[in-house]
């Protein structure tokens, strides 16, 4: 009868609630299962206009292909069968109509990425330009993330216009230029990460309700059995560096311990910090694809930020930089964690491979050679951290 109900409400021009609150999950996918129900019969009925028949939505062979349509999706979810792209034929014509929901386009919506954990298309609109991302199972976290994110955070996190948590889908506003485009500029780092760990702080209070709405938990009581799934899975790597990280679980459990008992709380982790995720729009930055987030020790945040200014920016290892950015990020934190940095930035390193494992997972078998290209690069830095 709920469904019943929410159906009855999205053809009385009833809608999504564009940023929903958190709880009340069964009340949003019973609306987002109405609306799937909505646009289908739309689309059906139009097409019996068309063709010259009665335009009633409860004419039997308009209920049984609704049913087919809604059938084949649930038990493709029911089996965790993932398309190969976030989307389907199907779902790209609803995804339109749910973008119209919210925005005007000014222009052709197009897709610009196709991967499979996530779909972007960018939305053409008076005056500018707004983006439609979904997101795979994979990443399903990411939208209600972003949209808790934006609501406490609207100054540093990419602005969310709208978003369905049942289909993963998300509107956002154009955040400006890809700080990649400037050249990765240590400058904006320097900048940024302050702002960066007010946020995590922030957040340290939030951790287990966004572990509850699916944010991988890589906690520090977590991580020595995320080790042991690492050391399980087919790792594009020699026989020697396997057997390296193999001998070095040990060590890696007594650094847990010791990272756990330094006192930093797990908060959001980004994992993926880098130029391509920072954007500038008239000086104001804004953090962008938060997808790869885990709940986990923050400082490891900088693995990535660092690595990009090494491998992009050429900055040698004792670059004055890299010290200038630590100290910067920590300046909110507290004085004193040097060592503790240092400690989160080696096991952070073992952290992010795990990670890069529940990608992996994820991915069809013929997406798996390109992806284990970038794998390698990440799990020899992590093999560099037994060499103590």
């Not at 702002?195 to 890589?218: S, T």
């Not at 995320?226 to 990280?245: F, Q």
């Not at 938060?290 to 050429?314: C, K, M, Y």
Request: hydrophobic share 45%; proline share 6%; charged share 25%.
């Amino acid at each position: 009868m709920e469904v019943i109900a929410c159906v009855e409400k999205a053809h009385a021009g009833g809608s999504l609630t564009p940023m929903p609150k958190n709880g009340d999950h069964a009340r949003r996918r019973a609306e987002a299962q109405a609306e799937q129900i909505r646009e289908a019969a739309a689309r059906l009925v139009a097409e019996r206009v068309a063709q010259g028949l009665p335009p009633t939505v409860t004419d039997p062979s308009v209920l049984a292909r609704i049913a087919a349509i809604l059938t084949s999706t649930e038990s493709a979810s029911n089996r965790g069968d993932e398309p190969k792209t976030a989307l389907t034929a199907l779902d790209v014509a609803a995804a339109e109509q749910w973008i119209r929901k919210h925005v005007e386009p000014a222009g052709a919506i197009e897709t610009t990425h196709d991967r499979p954990w996530a779909m972007v298309m960018r939305v053409p609109v008076a005056g500018g330009v707004t983006w439609f991302k979904a997101c795979a199972q994979v990443q399903a976290f990411e939208p209600m993330l972003t949209a808790d994110l934006y609501a406490r955070w609207p100054d540093l996190v990419t602005e969310v216009l709208a978003v369905d948590e049942a289909r993963r889908w998300l509107l956002l506003g154009d955040a400006g230029i890809a700080v990649s485009e400037l050249g990765n500029p240590p400058e904006a780092w320097l900048e940024v990460l302050p702002l960066y760990a007010e946020l995590q702080k922030g957040e340290m209070a939030n951790a287990l309700e966004h572990v509850g709405h699916g944010v991988p938990d890589l906690g520090m009581a977590a991580l020595p059995a995320g080790y042991e799934r690492l050391l399980a899975s087919e790792l594009p790597l020699a026989r020697g560096d396997v057997n390296r990280l193999r001998d070095y679980s040990p060590r890696f459990t007594e650094l847990c311990a010791a990272l756990a008992e330094l006192g930093i709380q797990e908060s959001v982790q980004h994992d993926d910090l880098h130029m391509a995720n920072l954007y500038s729009d008239s000086g104001k930055f804004r953090v962008v694809d938060w997808g790869d987030s885990s709940i986990a020790h923050p400082f490891f945040s900088l693995v990535v930020t660092f690595r990009f200014l090494e491998e992009v920016n050429h900055l040698a290892p004792d670059d004055p930089w890299f010290h200038r950015l630590r100290d910067a990020y920590l300046e909110p934190w507290g004085g004193g964690l040097e060592e503790t940095f240092e400690i989160a930035i080696r096991v952070g390193w073992f952290a992010h491979a795990i990670a890069w494992t529940r990608q992996r997972d994820a991915l069809p078998p013929e997406a798996r050679p390109d992806f284990d290209k970038a794998f390698a690069i990440i799990l020899r830095r992590a093999v560099a951290q037994t060499r103590e």
